[in-house]
T-cell receptor, first 114, second 112 residues
């Protein structure tokens, strides 16, 4: 089991460029999440999905889009990159049948927008 | 609404000394409580969790936490830390699979 994988590990974008952060899980989890982590701020939820074809906004969704066409994949799209989107992005997954809602995290993508 | 407060942003301790990382939460409904650890340049991994039952919860790497409902706290403890425990620790609360709130983190640094 690879768990949750994310690509790329690092990326530098210019203002106004777009990119997609990839996330894949092989645990057949129905829930998937995208977080951003800024220094001293903990993790903020961007979007989450309760299953293929179903997504919903989290705490900080502006400037991002997501899709969930399969159980395994949950890509995060930045359309017009801004310096405020410089952050570390984490994808996570969990299984609803696990009553504890424990989340499993990927290794992160470090994004810099200049 | 739910919230999590980690009272210390940084905690320096000497190797083999005990440590306590503090976490307080607020919620109007029953919650599950978690501690996650993040080693440098890695994602978060679960240290331990409280669901119900015994208020003392044991986790990996010798850590434990105690749930105190009256004080709405879930402090993390370890009796003797090692250099390898250097990491950032996050407390979190959850009342549903779609809603987990993380604290701002406590950076634990171990001095030899």
């Amino acid at each position: 089991n690879a768990g949750v994988t994310q690509t790329p590990k690092f990326r530098i974008l210019k203002i106004g460029q777009s990119m997609t952060l990839q996330c894949t899980q092989d645990m057949n989890h129905n829930y998937m999440y995208w977080y951003r982590q800024d220094p001293g701020m903990g993790l903020k939820l961007i979007y989450y999905s309760v299953g293929a074809g179903i997504t919903d906004k989290g705490e900080v969704p502006n400037g991002y889009n997501v899709s969930r066409s399969t159980t395994e994949d949950f890509p995060l799209r930045l359309e017009l990159a801004a310096p405020s989107q410089t952050s570390v992005y984490f994808c996570a997954s969990s299984q609803q049948q696990q009553a504890s809602y424990e989340q499993y995290f990927g290794p992160g993508t470090r994004l810099t927008v200049t | 609404a739910q919230s999590v407060t980690q009272l210390d942003s940084q905690v320096p301790v000497f190797e083999e000394a005990p440590v306590e990382l503090r976490c307080n939460y607020s919620s109007s409904v029953s919650v599950y409580l978690f501690w996650y650890v993040q080693y440098p340049n890695q994602g978060l991994q679960l240290l331990l969790k409280y669901l119900s039952g015994s208020t003392l919860v044991k986790g990996i790497n010798g850590f434990e936490a105690e749930f105190n409902k009256s004080q709405t706290s879930f402090h993390l403890r370890k009796p003797s830390v090692h250099i390898s425990d250097t990491a950032e620790y996050f407390c979190a609360v959850s009342s549903s699979a779609s809603k987990i709130i993380f604290g701002s983190g406590t950076r634990l640094s171990i001095r030899p």
